[in-house]
């Protein structure tokens, strides 16, 4: 059975590339991919998501390029291509076309992402629910 999108949008087939431990801080504190990518300002699971669709020498030229730029984690330049490679084979790659076409076909259901307007419709329609009943009930 395949996984669901979680209710936050947030595929949890991407937690154990997103929650490898790349090193400590400076104070001392475990980082994750996660929060690398938190850090840097990129979105850690659509950075998954294109990384596990990405072949995999531009998966591996893409992440080489953010961990260079994130300094809160020491990581030597010879080491990081070893680093890349291991973290890599944590995400999951696309399976062969059959497959993926069936899956298409099938027309699995999934969440619209955090940002989407569906949510804020929702809320407003929530809202105004509420206080119509508020109005009613004085």
Do not use: C, N
Not at 65 to 83: C, K, N, Q, Y
Not at 107 to 128: D, H, M, N, V
């Amino acid at each position: 059975m395949a996984q669901a999108t979680t209710q936050l949008g947030q595929d949890p087939k991407y937690e154990r590339f997103l929650h490898a431990p790349l090193g400590e801080d400076r104070r001392g504190s475990i980082v994750t991919v996660l929060s690398m990518f938190a850090r840097l300002g990129v979105d850690p699971w659509t950075e998954a998501s294109k990384l596990s669709k990405l072949p995999e020498s531009a998966a591996r030229q893409r992440l080489e390029e953010l961990m260079a730029r994130f300094h809160d984690v020491s990581t030597p330049a010879p080491d990081r291509g070893r680093i890349v490679q291991k973290l890599l084979a944590f995400l999951p790659r696309p399976a062969a076309s059959a497959s993926s076409t069936s899956d298409s076909a099938r027309g699995r259901f999934a969440f619209p992402s955090q940002g989407s307007p569906i949510y804020w419709i929702l809320a407003a329609a929530l809202l105004l629910g509420w206080g119509v009943m508020l109005a009613q009930s004085q």
